[in-house]
């Protein structure tokens, strides 16, 4: 079974740093993508970052140059690593894995129970 933790949110003043963590027990790095999604109050969750399998990583416009993705095989971690905090990061941090589908459609994509980052200015 597939278990995605979750930490490392916290509250922040704009500018600073957080650093969050995905603990992953049950699932193969290789079996595709991993990434980092977000919700915040009264908005949609949205994509934030993706690795691939062969590493690629992507990024949302509204982060690029501030976050940075990356992943521990060997300590079964995926990580985000969030500089230059904005309140507009504000939102619960959700980690997530493809299922074999290799799709980011919600019904393909196991969930971490996320964390939250809140941004203060």
């Known amino acids: 079974q597939v278990q995605l933790v979750e930490s490392g949110g916290g509250s922040v003043q704009a500018g600073g740093s957080l650093k969050l963590s995905c603990a992953v027990s049950?699932?193969?790095?290789?079996?595709?993508?991993m990434g980092w999604y977000r919700q915040a109050p009264g908005k949609e969750r949205e994509l934030v970052s993706t690795?691939?399998?062969?590493?690629?990583?992507t990024y949302a416009d509204s982060v690029k140059g501030r976050f940075t993705i990356s992943r521990d095989e060997h300590k079964y971690t995926l990580y985000l690593q969030m500089v230059s905090l904005e309140t507009e990061d504000t939102a619960v941090y959700y980690c997530?894995?493809?299922?074999?589908?290799?799709?980011?459609?919600?019904?393909?994509?196991?969930w971490g129970q996320g964390t939250q980052v809140t941004v203060s200015s």
């Open positions: 997530a894995a493809q299922n074999t589908k290799c799709e980011w459609v919600s019904e393909y994509v196991y």
């Open positions: 690795i691939s399998s062969d590493g690629t990583t």
């Open positions: 049950g699932y193969i790095f290789s079996t595709c993508g």
